[in-house]
């Protein structure tokens, strides 16, 4: 037999096989999301599954908004959390295809008030390294200074200075979202629009994301918006107050629907090309999808994941999975994408539950693979979580000390505190012989401290989101005051561990 034709039975061969790993039961969907919205206690969801330059389906369920009748619909708008890191390294690649800057460039050189601990590392850092999450710094670092906070971008950016670094310049991967800010306010510098007027005009516009957009007051004009859900300590689902975000907008603060970030994956599939309209260089999106730094992760990743410019990206069984997730108070996404079979699935959450349950599940359904299929390994990681919160907030009280007392009365603790970093809290003292603590850039951060044993006090947060903690306060050899350390469970991307926090002296 010619070998013309062994190759093109062999061609045809190998798609018959593609394209039966690739079939899909659209009508199981909505089992499926059944399912996991009794599991995971879930108002209300969307999801979006896109083949090459086609969207094969897209679709809300359930309610925007718990015990009320206000249906989610393919437009329905969610907070994408750090996936809008991947747009932000969207529009710097535009700006790269355009010829006004490079990857390399050092960021100094566009912003002149950017300062990190390190002064060498100041002097060196690139536009590359706001992107890989190698500056050195631990895990979230600098997240007091951003969430619910009324520091600008300019003004968190200049207190980056005071993070100290936990490893090495370029050494190992941290995930970071500050950097992303920083990223955000060079394309401002450069084009002389704000990031988000430029994301508008180069990126949404273009793509046709009519419900997409970065600005909270733009966001909450929008009719169709999902509100985010939490667990009270009551563990019971409560909807909350949309968090602003527009100083962190480039980090995780756009608002999009299954709809709009469907045409998105339509862009990254086809080579930065939508509707015929070059949006990006194609090498350019090649480097945005290219590793740059090994950084393996949990569930679905394993020890060769990398990530590029802002996507998680994975060999898996002969494909190239790129993937990013995203999580902000109440709400989650994830989006991804198998890049050699032209293939993305996105799914929006209006409550902490992972929607990678969802992704990876339509994933396995699409290769025939098992290995993508984590449903019952997060439902029982999930359950085991619940139960041991509701032990320990149980068991909280055998840890008490009883029948101790403070080493001071209220108004001795009351006063003026301060962290470098972050700026003043305040204590004041209460009628009821109680203590009131507030962060003065964070509302958010205000509750009562009731006496626990000795000098430490229970924090009993005012916002249901942030879980009660402790206060201790710290004594010199003359027993004054001379500041208090916080134990305090992490939020999402704020870590408490951070602040040094001293007493104010006259």
């Known amino acids: 037999m010619p070998k013309k034709i062994i190759a093109i039975i062999f061609c045809c061969l190998f798609a018959c096989t593609i394209s039966s790993a690739q079939k899909l039961q659209l009508d199981s969907i909505d089992s499926f999301i059944q399912k ?16 090459n330059d086609s969207i094969l389906f897209v679709k809300g369920y359930g309610t925007r908004e718990i015990h009320k009748d206000l249906p989610v619909n393919e437009n329905t708008i969610f907070g994408i959390g750090s996936i809008s890191k991947s747009f932000t390294a969207l529009t710097l690649g535009i700006l790269v295809s355009e010829g006004k800057i490079h990857w390399d460039d050092r960021v100094k050189d566009y912003l002149p008030y950017f300062e990190l601990y390190n002064p060498y590392v100041t002097e060196t850092f690139t536009i590359r390294d706001l992107l890989t999450h190698r500056s050195g710094l631990k895990k979230v670092s600098g997240g007091t200074l951003w969430y619910h906070s009324d520091l600008t971008r300019t003004e968190i950016i200049k207190r980056l200075k005071y993070l100290k670094p936990v490893s090495e310049f370029r050494d190992r991967a941290a995930y970071q979202n500050v950097m992303y800010l920083v990223a955000g306010e060079i394309v401002k510098e450069v084009s002389g629009m704000s990031w988000d007027e430029f994301l508008q005009a180069k990126v949404l516009d273009k793509l046709n994301m009519k419900n997409s957009t970065s600005v909270c007051k733009i ?25 602003n975000g527009d100083n962190l907008a480039a980090g995780g603060f756009i608002y999009s629907s299954v709809q709009d970030m469907s045409n998105y994956i339509r862009l990254l599939l086809n080579n930065g090309i939508f509707n015929g309209d070059t949006i990006i260089d194609k090498h350019e999106l090649e480097e945005i999808l290219k590793p740059q730094i090994h950084f393996p992760m949990r569930h679905g990743y394993n020890e060769f994941t990398s990530y590029g410019l802002g996507w998680w990206l994975t060999p898996k069984n002969g494909h190239k999975i790129i993937e990013h997730s995203g999580g902000i108070d109440g709400m989650t996404a994830h ?57 320990n907030s149980i068991n909280l009280e055998t840890l008490r000390i009883k029948n101790t007392q403070p080493s001071l009365k209220m108004e001795g603790y009351a006063g003026n505190y301060t962290d470098d970093m972050y700026g003043g809290i305040v204590i004041k003292e209460l009628p009821d012989n109680q203590l009131e603590i507030s962060f003065s850039h964070t509302p958010l951060f205000s509750g009562k401290l009731k006496h626990w044993h000795y000098d430490t006090f229970l924090i009993d947060w005012y916002d249901a989101r942030v879980p009660n903690g402790f206060l201790t306060f710290n004594f010199d050899a003359k027993q004054d005051i001379t500041g208090f350390s916080l134990k305090q469970e992490d939020l999402l991307d704020v870590d408490f561990s951070e602040l040094t926090i001293k007493r104010n002296r006259y």
């Open 219 to 243: 966001r909450e004009a929008n009719k169709n918006l999902a509100q985010p859900h939490i667990m009270n300590e009551s563990f019971q689902k409560i909807a909350v107050i949309q968090e």
């Open 335 to 391: 989006l991804i994408m198998v890049k050699d079979l032209n293939i993305g699935v996105v799914a929006l959450v209006n409550t902490y539950e992972s929607p990678t349950v969802i992704t990876n599940g339509i994933i396995a359904q699409i290769l025939n693979d098992k290995s993508y299929d984590i449903y019952k390994k997060i439902k029982s990681e999930r359950d085991n979580k619940i139960v041991q919160k509701q032990n």
């Open 36 to 51: 996991f919205r009794i599991d995971f206690e879930v108002p209300g969801l969307a999801i979006g599954i896109v083949r």
